[in-house]
């Protein structure tokens, strides 16, 4: 088994290192085709990621910076443009509290397409584009990954109160594909309304499925509600690969510092391995990093004092156990 690896910059080479010690512990057969990012001309090169993933059909990615206001456009959202990864699949489930939600995401559109142009003396327009064929992709996968998993709800988030046509597609979608899933409770909510709720009892939600940038929103949202981004494992899937990452960014100014907390990237090698079949050995990994977590073993962004490599080695210790 051959996974393309790619590490990223800032914290995404030594949480990728840390996630494939972890992997290599219950999977020593698992090998890395390691490809990186080239700028040429100030744009970035990523070719031969693209040719990697398509040969290997899965890949796994530490985070990229992504210039804020100016420069080139976001790598990560180019990947997964052009490796057509239109399903975002974030879980964010605690290991003390009762909240236990997937929020997938539609990947390759919405506001993320970067159509941006002026409209006059300091004033710019950004386009919103929603398509039938993605929205129908996204909601059968919500719908499907539900069943798969044995979840009992999917919640379609919309804001088509305002935005009539681009959420009024989605939300017409949504409640036609739940037509055919008589077994899923369906609801949908308005994006605002949601965010309230989810502060306030995120125990009533399952499934969550919804656009671009609600989704991203929303995942990060879910994120601080078990511990923080550190803990935010991701993955975004295709019909023909899929790429593994955590949830969080780059952070560049801690680089090098050894101060990451790996378990983000370690659990999104545990969706991978889950992706190709191997559910006994993420299921190890998931389950060593929970008790850890009971013992108070933890990083400095969950509160306590271990190093990303020293948390890294006390998992692979309870992977032994």
């Known amino acids: 088994m051959?996974?393309?690896?790619?590490?990223?910059?800032?914290?995404?080479?030594?949480?990728?290192?840390?996630?494939?010690?972890v992997i290599n512990a219950v999977c020593p057969d698992i090998e890395y085709d390691e490809v990186g990012v080239e700028l040429k001309d100030d744009e970035p090169v990523i070719e031969p990621i693209i040719s990697s993933v398509k040969k290997n059909k899965i890949g796994l990615k530490g985070p990229i910076t992504t210039p804020i206001g100016s420069g080139f456009?976001?790598?990560?959202?180019?990947?997964?443009?052009e490796l057509s990864l239109y399903a975002g699949v974030r879980p964010a489930k605690s290991y003390d509290k009762d909240i236990d939600i997937v929020v997938i995401r539609e990947n390759t559109?919405?506001?993320?397409?970067?159509?941006?142009?002026?409209?006059?003396n300091d004033a710019f327009c950004a386009v919103r584009v929603i398509t039938k064929d993605a929205c129908n992709k996204i909601v059968h996968f919500a719908f499907e990954y539900a069943r798969k998993n044995k979840r009992k709800?999917?919640?379609?988030?919309?804001?088509?109160?305002?935005?009539?046509?681009t959420c009024g597609l989605f939300l017409d979608t949504a409640r036609n594909i739940a037509l055919d899933y008589p077994d899923i409770e369906f609801e949908d909510k308005l994006i605002d309304n949601t965010c309230m709720q989810l502060a306030k009892k995120p125990n009533v939600f399952d499934v969550i499925v919804t656009t671009n940038l609600f989704g991203d929103i929303i995942s990060d949202l879910c994120a601080g509600?078990?511990?923080?981004?550190?803990?935010?494992?991701?993955?975004?899937?295709?019909?023909?690969?899929?790429?593994?990452?955590?949830?969080?960014?780059?952070?560049?100014?801690?680089?090098?510092?050894?101060?990451a907390n790996p378990i983000a990237t370690i659990l999104s090698g545990a969706m991978m391995l889950k992706y190709i079949g191997k559910n006994k050995e993420a299921e190890k990994i998931?389950?060593?990093?929970?008790?850890?977590l009971k013992?108070?073993?933890?990083?400095?962004?969950?509160?306590?004092?271990?190093?990303?490599?020293?948390?890294?080695?006390?998992?692979?210790?309870?992977?032994?156990i």
């Open 225 to 259: 509600l078990i511990g923080g981004l550190g803990v935010a494992s991701g993955a975004n899937i295709g019909d023909e690969c899929a790429v593994f990452e955590p949830v969080h960014g780059s952070c560049p100014k801690y680089a090098g510092l050894n101060q």
């Open 2 to 21: 051959k996974v393309t690896l790619i590490k990223g910059d800032g914290i995404g080479p030594e949480v990728i290192s840390s996630a494939c010690k």
């Open 109 to 120: 559109e919405g506001l993320y397409t970067g159509i941006e142009y002026p409209v006059g």
């Open 286 to 292: 998931e389950n060593a990093i929970i008790s850890l």
């Open 295 to 320: 013992k108070g073993v933890k990083t400095k962004d969950l509160g306590g004092n271990y190093t990303c490599s020293q948390m890294t080695d006390e998992i692979i210790n309870e992977l032994q």
């Open 73 to 81: 456009r976001s790598i990560n959202v180019s990947l997964r443009k």
């Open 153 to 165: 709800k999917v919640t379609a988030i919309h804001k088509a109160n305002i935005l009539k046509l």
